[in-house]
């Protein structure tokens, strides 16, 4: 049963709802009242009541002026006090056209299934109030707000802005006119304390026209804030790809004592750019065109943890895109079938064998498939029974696993991979093949996920068996038509495998195993006494048909213990050519990075035809961000460009921040 009420905003708005409506909103708030200007944050608080046992959540819709009503924040947890639930404060900053939205709001119980709707209207006043552009200051100090006023229809406007001492400049992306509303970018990668000269141009029929030119100043970088620091290690000669001069890279990490802001900088480690969120623990997995997508802790429906519990698109300056949970996504995935996505506060202690559940969202997020849908990991326990992975504990042993899911351009799950569907043996998973290190996890263990399904009963230490860490959309495989299937990197396996997704028609199945004792053999041309790849991190398809990773090398490294030899044990870069019909990779790039990162890291094939990587996690708790000049007719390289910073997760190359890399 649902009940559905249309307001008009104009502060605090009290609703009559029916007596024997079970779930009924009470309020809606917003602060500021409108009208507003865009780009202005406004705050929405909802009240409501549930005769049922609740527990209550709450979901935010909004619809620009004229369009159609999308997702904002996913139905999540509210809070109840003395008989009300009160949603989480639902933050929206406008930053589109001018014009009324609506804002709709549905509280649902999930379990009696009863909802109720609220849709309330906001007026949104254009920044823009004569003939004339301006640009604004953002809650960023380093991104402005761009507004300019209408151009004609069928034409289109981009902002092209340049530095006051710069002979060069970066322009956004275009965007089509509008004839009857002002236009507005978020303008983005610019020093702190500097000014800028900003203009539009408008594309009419091929005929491009510059408007006025106005300055900006931005801002300094907040001092409330800790900022990483950088040393240039290797200057950018003439071999380096200067066109690709940003770097953009995610320091943050989910419990550290010291959560660094997401930044981008240039060659000199200047910063152009940073993000952070109010938590002070996320993972930036993806820069969008506008956007970029993050794993960030917050509250959900687990009360046992906040760690990496919330999906979020957010723009330059910050501002909330879209939300999603860990809680909606686990009711999505059971609606589909999954009965490994229960949610851990439901399964009894101890565990049974069998027994199942989601924890968290974890290591990458991205968007890249067809029709703007989504694929994100997440980390699940399951019990299995004593001696599994060889456990001599002589109790039931946990197990720790993931799951693929796919969401559709709305952010609701439409297809997921279960791993232990899939551990049937070769060319699937072995439930039996432990961890190649052995790698395990006790609760709240640092660089491992929430563990919820530990204590008396259960052996001591889950088994930290596939730890997959990245995510990569391959969109036209060699012997599948048009479709597109998951390349998914296991770190602790030390394999990359293909999961046959299709579009979203295929089983799941894996169909192969690329590292040492997968499916693949490796074409050692230069003799290479360790040819495979070990603990590897992001690995993906380049649009050359390469494939790159980052090979931290641990496996390698273990093997050698005190062998080591001068360059035995460093992480290495590495680019190969995948050849499915035979099974054989042949390497293009194997280069020695000259320091060992155990953790983290990334690969990106330059514009150049350079190679970037990122050490990610040096013991020391440094990290470098390394750009290799590869040797023709080697697998080696020179280094031609290396940023000395802090411990960092991921990196990319970028020639503006509208750019984002494909891989």
């Known amino acids: 049963m649902a009940r559905i009420h249309v307001l008009t905003a104009i502060g605090t708005f009290a609703l009559s709802m029916p007596a024997f409506a079970a ?107 004569g003939t004339r552009p301006v640009a604004v200051a953002t809650a960023n100090p380093l991104v402005a707000l761009f507004s300019a006023p209408p151009c004609p229809a069928g034409g289109k406007m981009r902002v092209k802005f340049t530095e006051s001492k710069a002979t060069t400049g970066t322009t956004t992306p275009w965007t089509p006119c509008n004839a009857s509303n002002t236009t507005t970018f978020e303008i983005a990668g610019m020093h702190q304390s500097s000014w800028y000269h900003m203009f539009s141009q408008t594309d009419v029929a091929g005929k491009v026209t510059d408007g006025p030119i106005i300055g900006f100043k ?10 990483p620091e950088f040393t240039v290690a290797v200057p950018a000669g003439s071999g380096a790809d200067t066109s690709d ?47 970029i997508l993050t794993i960030q802790g917050g509250p959900a429906w687990n009360p046992a943890t906040q760690l990496l519990q919330l ?9 909330l895109v879209r939300e999603t949970n860990t809680g909606v996504i686990q009711q999505q995935l059971l609606a589909l079938g999954a009965t490994d996505a229960q949610p851990c506060t439901a399964i009894s202690k ?66 997921y991979f279960d791993a232990f569907e899939h551990a049937n043996g070769p060319p699937q998973l072995d439930i039996n093949r432990a961890a190649v290190l052995g790698e395990t996890c006790a609760v709240n263990q640092s660089g491992c996920p929430p563990v919820s399904l530990l204590g008396n009963g259960i052996a001591p230490l889950a ?18 038509g048009t479709k597109g299937d998951l390349v998914w990197s296991s770190r602790h396996q030390d394999w990359v495998m293909r999961v046959d997704y299709q579009d979203g028609t295929g089983a799941g199945n894996i ?4 590292g040492l004792d997968g499916d693949f053999g490796f074409n050692n041309l230069y003799n290479d006494p360790w040819p495979w790849f070990s603990h590897q991190h992001e690995a993906a398809f380049e649009s050359t048909g390469v494939f790159d990773l980052f090979d931290n090398g641990n496996t390698r490294l273990a093997q050698l213990g005190s062998d080591c030899g001068p360059s035995d044990c460093d992480s290495r870069g590495m680019a190969l050519t995948v050849d499915e019909s035979g099974m054989q990779v042949t390497p293009v790039l194997s280069v020695d990075l000259g320091v060992y990162s155990f953790a983290l890291g990334s690969a990106q094939l330059l514009g150049d035809a350079n190679y970037f990587f990122l050490a990610g996690f040096l013991q020391n708790t440094t990290g470098y961000a390394i750009e290799i000049l590869p040797t023709p007719g080697t697998i080696t390289g020179t280094q031609v460009f290396s940023l000395e910073g802090t411990i960092a997760y991921r990196a990319w190359r970028m020639t503006s921040m509208y750019t984002p890399p494909i891989s």
């Open 23 to 129: 779930v009924q909103i009470q309020s809606v708030t917003s602060s500021p009242t409108p009208p507003q200007v865009i780009g202005t944050t406004i705050q929405w608080t909802v009240a409501a009541t549930d005769t049922n046992a609740g527990p209550l959540t709450f979901q935010f819709n909004a619809a620009p002026p004229g369009g159609q009503m999308a997702m904002v924040k996913d139905f999540n947890l509210g809070t109840y006090s003395s008989g009300t639930w009160t949603a989480q404060t639902f933050v929206w900053t406008p930053t589109g056209i001018e014009g009324a939205y609506q804002i709709q709001v549905v509280a649902k119980d999930f379990v009696s299934g009863e909802t109720a709707t609220s849709i309330a209207s906001f007026q949104v006043n254009p920044l823009v109030t």
């Open 463 to 480: 088994r930290d068996w596939l730890h997959g860490n990245s995510l990569y959309y391959w969109p036209a495989p060699q012997d599948a």
């Open 511 to 514: 169909l192969w195993r690329m």
């Open 218 to 227: 931005t801002g300094a970088l907040p001092t409330n804030s800790p900022f």
């Open 245 to 291: 001069h940003i770097l953009l890279e995610g320091p943050t990490l989910p419990g550290q004592s010291i959560g660094y802001p997401e930044v981008a900088t240039d060659f000199s480690g200047q910063i152009l750019w940073y993000y952070y969120p109010a938590t002070k623990s996320d993972l930036f997995t993806r820069p969008l065109e506008n956007t």
């Open 350 to 415: 101890p565990a049974p064998v069998g027994s199942a559940c989601l924890d968290d969202f974890d290591h990458d997020f991205i968007q890249t498939l067809p029709n703007g849908y989504s694929a994100v990991i997440a980390d699940v326990e399951k019990i299995y029974p004593a001696g599994t992975q060889g456990d001599t504990s002589g109790l039931p042993v946990d197990i720790i696993g993931n799951m693929i899911v796919v969401l559709d351009e709305n952010w609701q799950a439409v297809w």
């Open 311 to 319: 999906l979020r698109e957010v723009d330059w300056a910050g501002n």
